[in-house]
C-alpha cells in the first residue's frame, strides 16, 4: 500500500508539474521522458544506470538477457536513423534500449509474474524510473524558476561570501590555471553525479535479488527528497550564481564583468533583475547536496568505494566553485540541507526518538538562520569576515558534529570481544 501511495502521489505531482510547464509554452517531464523512447535521449548515461538500478531485482542470466536486449535496440534504432539522415549529433547516440528495457519490464510483471514477484520486479522498475523521473522533474523546476522569478538575490550572497574570502573567486582562479584538462576533468564528475549515485545505490542493493526484498533506507530515497525539496527554497531564495551576476556568461544582466578576477565591493545589496533563461538554482548547492548524500552513504562500503565517496565530494565541491555556479554560502547551506533531509528520512525509518527529532530541529534551525543572515545581514557580515566566518563554519560544524554523535548512537560498531584463554590442565 505504501509503494501504491507513493506512486499515486509521484504521478500526480509529475501531472502538475506537466500543466504547469505548458503553461509557460514548454514540455514537461513526462513530454520529455516520453519522447527519449525513440528520439535521442538527453543523458543515456543515466538512462543505463537506472536500468542498472532496476536489474538489482533480476538474476545474471536475466541481467545479461536486459544488458544485450539494450545494445542490441540500440544499435537498431542508431542505424535506422543513419538511414533516415537524421542529425546523429543532437542528443546522446545511445540510451534508448535502456528505456525500452525498463518499460519491457512492465509488461513482463504485469503478464509474466504474479505475487511476490511481480511486486519485487514492479518495485525495481519503479526505482529505475524514479531516477529518470527525478532527472527531469529537476529541468522542469529549473526552467519554472527562471519564469516566475524575475529578480534575484545575488548581490546579498556575494556581499556575505566575503565573510568566507570568496571562495568562488579564489577557486575560480585556480581551476582557470590547471588549463583545459583540469576543466574537462572537473566538468566530467560534475556532469555524471546521478552515474556516481548509482554505483554506490547498486552497492546498497547488491543482495535485493537473493533476500527478494529491498532495505528500508537507500541513497536513492535522499537523493528523490533533495530534488523535491531543493527546488522549493530555490523558489524562496532565488540566485544564478556568481559566472551569471558577476561573469561574462551573464551578459548585459551582469552586475560587471569580475568573476574570477575582481571580488565584488562591499556596497549596499539590492535586488537585481536577470533574464528569463537562466534558473535560478544556487541556493541551497543541490550537487553539493547530493554529493555529500553519496559521501555518507560510501562510508559503510569498501575501501574503494570509500576513496570514491570522498574523490567525488571534493571534486564537486571544487566545480561548484571553479566553474563560477556557487558562492561559498551555497555550500554551506547544502551540508547543512543535506544533514537534515537524511537525519530525517533515518528517522522515519528507524522510528522518531529524542535524538532524531533534536538532530532535524537543529538542522532546521542552522539551515534558516543561514537563509535569513544571507538575507538581512550581508554587510555586517562583509565587515567583520573574522567574526562572521567562523560562526557559518561552527554553525555548520554543529550539524555535522550532531549528525555524526547521532548516527553512532544509531549504529554503535560492534567491538570484538577477546577471546578468553583455555584452561590449562593441572600437572598431575
Known amino acids: 500500500m505504501l509503494w501504491v501511495a507513493a506512486s499515486v502521489v509521484t504521478l500526480g505531482f509529475l501531472v502538475a508539474l506537466e500543466i504547469a510547464a505548458r503553461h509557460y509554452g514548454m514540455a514537461g517531464p513526462l513530454t520529455n521522458q516520453a519522447r527519449e523512447v525513440i528520439f535521442p535521449p538527453k543523458s543515456g548515461f543515466l538512462l543505463y544506470a537506472s536500468m542498472a538500478l532496476m536489474m538489482v531485482v533480476l538474476t545474471w542470466r536475466q541481467r545479461i538477457i536486459a544488458?544485450?536486449?539494450?545494445?542490441?535496440?540500440?544499435?537498431?534504432?542508431?542505424?535506422?536513423?543513419?538511414?533516415?539522415?537524421?542529425?546523429?549529433?543532437?542528443?546522446?547516440?545511445?540510451?534508448?534500449?535502456?528505456?525500452?528495457?525498463?518499460?519491457?519490464?512492465?509488461?513482463?510483471?504485469?503478464?509474466?509474474?504474479?505475487?511476490?514477484?511481480?511486486?519485487?520486479?514492479?518495485?525495481?522498475?519503479?526505482?529505475?524510473?524514479?531516477?529518470?523521473?527525478?532527472?527531469?522533474?529537476?529541468?522542469?523546476?529549473?526552467?519554472?524558476?527562471?519564469?516566475?522569478?524575475?529578480?534575484?538575490?545575488?548581490?546579498?550572497?556575494?556581499?556575505?561570501?566575503?565573510?568566507?574570502?570568496?571562495?568562488?573567486?579564489?577557486?575560480?582562479?585556480?581551476?582557470?590555471?590547471?588549463?583545459?584538462?583540469?576543466?574537462?576533468?572537473?566538468?566530467?564528475v560534475y556532469a555524471q553525479l546521478a552515474v556516481a549515485a548509482v554505483v554506490v545505490t547498486m552497492y546498497q542493493l547488491r543482495n535485493v535479488a537473493a533476500e527478494r526484498r529491498f532495505p528500508r533506507h537507500h541513497l536513492v530515497r535522499t537523493f528523490l527528497v533533495i530534488g523535491l525539496v531543493g527546488p522549493a527554497v530555490y523558489m524562496v531564495f532565488p540566485v544564478v550564481g556568481p559566472v551569471f551576476a558577476y561573469g561574462a556568461d551573464g551578459g548585459h544582466w551582469a552586475v560587471a564583468d569580475l568573476w574570477p578576477d575582481t571580488p565584488t565591493p562591499v556596497t549596499g545589496p539590492h535586488h537585481m533583475a536577470f533574464d528569463g533563461i537562466t534558473p535560478r538554482n544556487c541556493m541551497p548547492s543541490l550537487h553539493t547536496a547530493w554529493a555529500t548524500a553519496i559521501f555518507l552513504h560510501s562510508r559503510k562500503g569498501p575501501r574503494v568505494l570509500r576513496f570514491a565517496g570522498a574523490f567525488w565530494l571534493v571534486a564537486t565541491l571544487t566545480a561548484t566553485l571553479g566553474f563560477g555556479y556557487h558562492y561559498g554560502a551555497d555550500l554551506v547551506a547544502g551540508v547543512v540541507f543535506t544533514l537534515t533531509i537524511e537525519a530525517a528520512l533515518r528517522s522515519l525509518e528507524r522510528g522518531w526518538d529524542r535524538t532524531g527529532t533534536r538532530l532535524v530541529l537543529h538542522g532546521t534551525a542552522v539551515f534558516a538562520a543561514l537563509l535569513l543572515s544571507y538575507r538581512h545581514l550581508p554587510v555586517e557580515m562583509a565587515e567583520y569576515p573574522w567574526v562572521s566566518g567562523p560562526l557559518l563554519i561552527l554553525a555548520m560544524a554543529s550539524v555535522i558534529h550532531g549528525y555524526v554523535r547521532t548516527t553512532r548512537l544509531w549504529d554503535p560498531v560492534p567491538v570484538p570481544v577477546p577471546k578468553q584463554p583455555e584452561p590449562q590442565p593441572e600437572p598431575a
Not at 104 to 115: D, E, F, L, P, S
Not at 160 to 176: F, I, K, N, Q
Open 67 to 188: 544488458l544485450c536486449t539494450a545494445i542490441g535496440i540500440d544499435a537498431v534504432v542508431l542505424l535506422a536513423r543513419w538511414a533516415a539522415g537524421a542529425d546523429l549529433t543532437e542528443g546522446h547516440p545511445f540510451g534508448n534500449g535502456a528505456l525500452w528495457v525498463l518499460l519491457g519490464c512492465v509488461v513482463v510483471a504485469v503478464t509474466r509474474r504474479t505475487g511476490a514477484e511481480r511486486a519485487l520486479l514492479l518495485k525495481g522498475v519503479g526505482l529505475g524510473l524514479l531516477l529518470v523521473a527525478g532527472r527531469k522533474t529537476g529541468d522542469t523546476w529549473l526552467v519554472i524558476t527562471s519564469k516566475t522569478r524575475p529578480t534575484v538575490l545575488d548581490q546579498y550572497v556575494a556581499t556575505a561570501d566575503h565573510a568566507l574570502g570568496d571562495p568562488s573567486w579564489l577557486v575560480g582562479r585556480l581551476v582557470r590555471a590547471t588549463g583545459p584538462v583540469g576543466a574537462h576533468a572537473l566538468d566530467y
